[in-house]
């Protein structure tokens, strides 16, 4: 069983993986390239958004606990200015992410701030934020390898993380379940797998044992399952694949249920 990062671990990722988005920007043909994956913006346009959303969170995380995103925060990232030659665009991402990982060390991994996300499953914290920006920008990353026709999988130990902080990021809800209770299984071929159960009472993920173990033989099969690599199962919760590029057991139709449901949190 994986244990979830430490914050010393998570910095050091959301540094690995920016530098390797500004790797692919430095050496993509083109920054008017099309995202195939984020179909209205090109790879100049992912990188604005990549590197606003480093100052944006970083904003938020300096200004500690709050109901909502602080003003100053919003209207920079409107008014936001970004560079278009690609050297100085290259450097600006540099310092983005710069900012956001000072305002991380600096905070903490416990200290409060708004996160958009339910706080049933993960913190509202300097913690929470950081694991989920690895997300962002190992999934970003792919997306601009794929602008030019060479992405690569997620790094293992990044997707299996990130399958559960999915899960408990942008899944977990107190929001009622709009049809028959069921469950969602997600299997990696790593060896991790995890349950997410909705009802009346919401929605939230358990880690279960993996198909073939002498435990797993005791769970209840779900009403659907996905199996693949940890990065497909990213990719696939991230909208960048298609289910038919999983393998699937049970209902496959309760997944588009799931795509369209939208709970409050």
Known sequence: ?????????????????SAAFRAT???????????????????????????????????????GPADGPPA?????????????????????????????????REAGPESGCWAWWSPLQS???AGGVARHRVQETAVHTYDARLSFGDPDPLPADV????????????CATASAWPHKPTT?????TEGRSWRLTVDADGA?????????????????????????????????????????????DGDAELWGLLRVWEPEN
């Open 72 to 104: 100053e925060a919003v209207a920079a990232r409107a008014a936001l200015e970004v560079p278009k030659e690609r050297e100085a665009l290259v450097d600006w991402l540099a310092a983005s992410t710069e900012l956001l990982l000072g305002a991380l």
């Open 184 to 188: 969602f299984d997600f299997h990696a």
């Open 25 to 63: 920007v430095a050496a993509a043909p083109s920054l008017d390239a099309q995202v195939p994956t984020c179909p209205e913006w090109t790879l100049f346009d992912l990188v604005k958004h990549l590197g606003g959303g480093d100052r944006f969170w970083a904003a938020i995380v300096g200004a």
């Open 204 to 248: 939230r993920t358990t880690s279960i044992p993996a198909p073939g173990s002498t435990a797993g033989e005791d769970i209840d099969p779900a009403g659907t399952a996905v199996h693949g690599t940890a990065s497909e199962l990213v990719l696939f919760n991230y909208d960048r694949i298609p289910l038919s590029s999983l393998r699937v």
């Open 123 to 125: 913190p509202r914290s």
């Open 159 to 170: 997707a299996l993380d990130g399958v559960e902080e999915f899960l408990f990021t942008c």
């Open 1 to 17: 069983m994986q244990k979830t990062f430490e914050f010393s671990d998570l910095l050091r990722l959301i540094d690995e993986r």
